[in-house]
T-cell receptor, first 115, second 114 residues
Framework: EPEVTQTPSHQVTQMGQEVILRCVPISNHLYFYWYRQILGQKVEFLVSFYNNEISEKSEIFDDQFSVERPDGSNFTLKIRSTKLEDSAMYFC?????????????FGPGTRLTVT | AQSVTQLGSHVSVSEGALVLLRCNYSSSVPPYLFWYVQYPNQGLQLLLKYTTGATLVKGINGFEAEFKKSETSFHLTKPSAHMSDAAEYFCAVSDNTNAGKSTFGDGTTLTVKP
């Protein structure tokens, strides 16, 4: 069964450093998402991406964040200058326009630790 | 705008007892509703979903949920709890726009006592 994959599974970085989180969505999916879950809290929407542009973003997704689909398969989230409060689990998700158009398939997540 | 309220951040049941996790939603358009389970240090696994059609939906691991529009609810139930059901459960609502983002509730931690 196709699945969303994310790399790395765990990333440790120092405050102020740039990080790139990578996701490979399911191949025929058209909509892509990033969510964040701070430890012990709920899952929060960051951004949605469709047709090579951002379709919606939350207030969390400020100028420090950017997304890109550089090669038609990967979908990346970049944080330019990490802060301690960026420490969280980051989930990528994708969905299609097929039989279950509103079901998002989530990846296993990348745990980001900012020290 | 859409929102989800999960009543009860912690629910404790005995093994073999009924599990009831409550979820109420708010949505300005017909909602698409989901329940996810998350085990410690793992990702989100879809338990079940409601999009259209039958309001009682069955999912994996013996869980089911009923969409009640008049009550704006989508409560999750399982007739008999198993120790392996202990986890965090999230209710989510998605809209039918192109963005189609999901909004999650705060989650309910289910504890199953032997």
């Amino acid at each position: 069964e196709p699945e969303v994959t994310q790399t790395p599974s765990h990333q440790v970085t120092q405050m102020g450093q740039e990080v790139i989180l990578r996701c490979v969505p399911i191949s025929n999916h058209l909509y892509f998402y990033w969510y964040r879950q701070i430890l012990g809290q709920k899952v929060e929407f960051l951004v949605s991406f469709y047709n090579n542009e951002i379709s919606e973003k939350s207030e969390i997704f400020d100028d420090q964040f950017s997304v890109e689909r550089p090669d038609g398969s990967n979908f990346t989230l970049k944080i330019r200058s990490t802060k301690l409060e960026d420490s969280a689990m980051y989930f990528c998700a994708s969905r299609s326009q097929g039989l279950s158009p509103y079901e998002q398939y989530f990846g296993p997540g990348t745990r980001l630790t900012v020290t | 705008a859409q929102s989800v309220t999960q009543l009860g951040s912690h629910v404790s049941v005995s093994e073999g007892a009924l599990v009831l996790l409550r979820c109420n939603y708010s949505s300005s358009v017909p909602p698409y509703l989901f329940w996810y389970v998350q085990y410690p240090n793992q990702g989100l696994q879809l338990l079940l979903k409601y999009t259209t059609g039958a309001t009682l939906v069955k999912g994996i691991n013996g869980f089911e949920a009923e969409f009640k529009k008049s009550e704006t609810s989508f409560h999750l139930t399982k007739p008999s709890a198993h120790m392996s059901d202990a986890a965090e459960y999230f209710c989510a609502v998605s809209d039918n726009t192109n963005a189609g983002k999901s909004t999650f509730g705060d989650g309910t931690t289910l504890t199953v006592k032997p």
